[in-house]
């Protein structure tokens, strides 16, 4: 994860002109653009989703987009 990254979610940012999350993650040395977002936990989702649809391999043990979805403040 990069030092400036205040999502807390790897491939998670922030658009500042657009005010809207921006998922995006990199398989086989591309960078792919998985969407714009109004919440943090809907581009979270989608982080996680592709993730698992790559085959990323340890995505439920390490994967940050994984911990955040399954955080306490964010169940039931």
Known sequence: MLKNNTSGI????????KE???ANIRANNKQNHLGYYN??????????AAEQCL????????S???QFISSPGLSG
Not at 10 to 17: L, S
Not at 39 to 48: D, F, K
Not at 55 to 62: E, R
Request: charged share 20%.
């Open 20 to 22: 809207v999350w921006v």
């Open 39 to 48: 919440t943090l936990i809907e581009a979270a989702c989608a982080r996680y």
């Open 10 to 17: 790897k491939g998670v940012r922030w658009h500042k002109t």
């Open 55 to 62: 085959g990323f391999p340890n995505c439920d043990a390490n």
């Open 64 to 66: 940050s987009s994984k």
